[in-house]
């Protein structure tokens, strides 16, 4: 008997490797959510930069609350069983007027992980609609094997190599999955997605959560981390992360700036770029 999802939904993500939108929060703890990011940027002087967006639940809190919200776990363990960890999470935020776009692509490129059983869930912290840059997808592409990509680097291209898949896509054929502020979508990592730029006159926020079945591994070398956030781990693939209680804890600080440098090693292998500080980008 599923948790939360329903019987279509499941059908749907492993028919067409995305389900949206499933509420998860009020709008109000949404607007919660976004005011204390806020609070941050504004106490830091600009918004979040380089490796602050990544694995940033090991930095505050209330995102390592997020991480382990029942009702977003609760759908996770609808597809991938009970022991689950979060590999990651990366704050997308598109600034208003900006010119970000985030090219069409398979999350599984780079990752470095052992099968694609890997599930994003990308909640919404504003309004994400086709208007500010919604993420796109395309519909059934999961069941793709893992395609070619090339690394452009473009200077607007949000991804951290601005890598862009090698194979022909048909924008006719994209779904924008719209959400409201507290909603999420689901989304397979091999599944070719991207999004626009945001002509409108507000950021779009949106926080993806990585989440892994605990038998998946890395298998591109050198040592990773993971938060376990439901059942056990019985393989031991991923060093454990400790749960953030309270925001910029100093040891907290120093084991993201130390697994931020693991990270960027395993998905900029081969490229001589060193850190996710070098480039404006998110990891996808
Ligand atoms: O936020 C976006 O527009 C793209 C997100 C994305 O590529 C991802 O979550 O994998």
Redesign the pocket.
């Known amino acids: 008997m599923p948790r939360i999802l329903s019987d279509a939904q499941i059908e749907q993500y492993r028919r067409d490797g995305y389900v949206h939108p499933i509420r998860v929060m009020s709008a109000a703890a949404a607007a919660e959510l976004r005011r204390r990011l806020e609070a941050f940027e504004a106490s830091a002087g600009g918004p979040l930069k380089g490796d602050l967006r990544h694995k940033t639940h090991l930095l505050f809190s209330w995102l390592a609350d997020l991480v382990h919200d029942k009702r977003i776990v609760d759908a996770i363990e609808d597809l991938h069983g009970p022991d689950l960890l979060c590999w990651s999470s990366s704050f997308?935020i598109k600034e208003a007027r900006s010119p970000g776009y985030?090219s069409w692509h398979q999350?599984s490129t780079y990752w470095g992980l052992s099968r694609p059983d890997v599930v994003?869930a990308?909640v919404a912290l504003t309004p994400s609609t086709r208007t500010n840059?919604a993420?796109e997808v395309i519909p059934g592409t999961h069941l793709l094997d893992q395609a070619p990509h090339r690394d452009t680097f473009a200077k607007d291209n949000m991804l951290s190599r601005g890598q862009e898949i090698m194979v022909d896509v048909d924008p006719g054929r994209a779904v924008a999955l719209e959400l409201e502020p507290g909603e999420m979508s689901l989304h397979h990592v091999r599944l070719v997605?991207g999004?626009a730029a945001n002509p409108s006159g507000d950021r779009r926020i949106?926080f993806?959560i990585r989440y892994i079945p605990t038998d998946v591994a890395q298998v591109a070398g050198g040592d990773d981390s993971a938060t376990l956030v439901r059942g056990t781990d019985r393989h031991g693939h991923f060093r454990l992360e400790p749960r953030a209680t309270r925001d910029l804890d100093p040891e907290f600080v120093a084991l993201h700036k130390e697994m931020s440098a693991r990270n960027a090693a395993i998905l900029y292998r081969g490229t001589g770029v060193g850190s996710f500080n070098d480039q404006r980008a998110v990891r996808?």
């Open positions: 997308f985030v999350d994003t990308w840059g993420m997605h999004s949106g993806a996808g």
